[in-house]
């Protein structure tokens, strides 16, 4: 079991940059994977980055590669994903997740834990 808290959300500009914060909390020492995902209304979440349990490996989707970095402190078991030049497009509800497994497919649809959700607003 794995519980999952994002915060760094809120209202940019475009051209503007964002820090997701995605903290962890478990009560075992299963490693996991972390992964970051995009919904808005009306379409599935779409699958943006994930990081391997060590930190080391990691992957973009074509759309954020460039300019979204996903990132791990390990002292305090969170994930970050920064975020840089912004788009009106990139708006939307973010959502960290957790899994067994460090995945790297662009259909990725998430594993087992999810957080509740943080909002990103990019204004044009």
């Known amino acids: 079991q794995v519980q999952l808290v994002e915060s760094g959300g809120g209202l940019v500009q475009t051209g503007g940059s964002l820090r997701l914060s995605c903290t962890a909390s478990?009560?075992?020492?299963?490693?996991?994977?972390v992964a970051w995902f995009r919904q808005v209304p009306g379409k599935d979440r779409e699958f943006l980055a994930s990081?391997?349990?060590?930190?080391?490996?990691?992957y973009y989707v074509d759309s954020v590669k460039g300019r979204f970095t996903i990132s791990k402190d390990h002292a305090k078991n969170t994930v970050y994903l920064q975020m840089t030049t912004l788009k009106p497009e990139d708006t939307g509800v973010y959502y960290c997740?957790?899994?067994?497994?460090?995945?790297?497919?662009?259909?990725?649809?998430?594993?087992?834990?999810w957080g509740q959700g943080t909002r990103v607003t990019v204004s044009s």
């Open positions: 997740n957790a899994d067994h497994q460090f995945q790297i497919a662009g259909d990725y649809r998430g594993g087992p834990y």
């Open positions: 478990t009560r075992t020492s299963t490693p996991y994977a």
């Open positions: 990081i391997d349990s060590t930190g080391r490996s990691t």
